[in-house]
């Protein structure tokens, strides 16, 4: 992924559920750590960057869904690796997340 200083890329992101219980935006089971699509965007200099997007719908075990993450700005020109998963916020990442290298440039 390319991208210059200053802009944001917009990342089509297919989830799974693979779990026996639904994410879900509304009810009290994760709450008060949502469940999101998140990234960790990191280029070993500046400080890490972390990004999220809430789930479009509650999302069932077995389904699957694609959702938009919105990345950036970056404002420093470098090779970053953006970790990209779900995560259930204070608690954990989920498993079977990608890693992404981008490259910013001025």
């Known amino acids: 992924l390319h991208i210059d200083v200053g802009t944001r890329a917009y990342l089509d992101i297919r989830v799974v559920n693979r779990g026996s219980t639904a994410w879900s935006r509304a009810t009290q089971a994760f709450l008060p750590y949502p469940v999101n699509i998140g990234a960790v965007a990191s280029d070993g200099v500046h400080p ?50 990608e890693t992404l290298q981008v490259v910013v440039t001025d």
Request: charge should be neutral.
């Open 48 to 97: 890490t960057t972390n990004y999220r997007s809430v789930l479009p719908r509650d999302i069932g075990p077995g389904e699957t869904d694609i959702m938009t993450l919105k990345v950036g700005p970056f404002r420093h020109a470098g090779r970053y690796t953006l970790q990209v998963g779900v995560v259930q916020e204070h608690v954990a990442w989920f498993d079977g997340g």
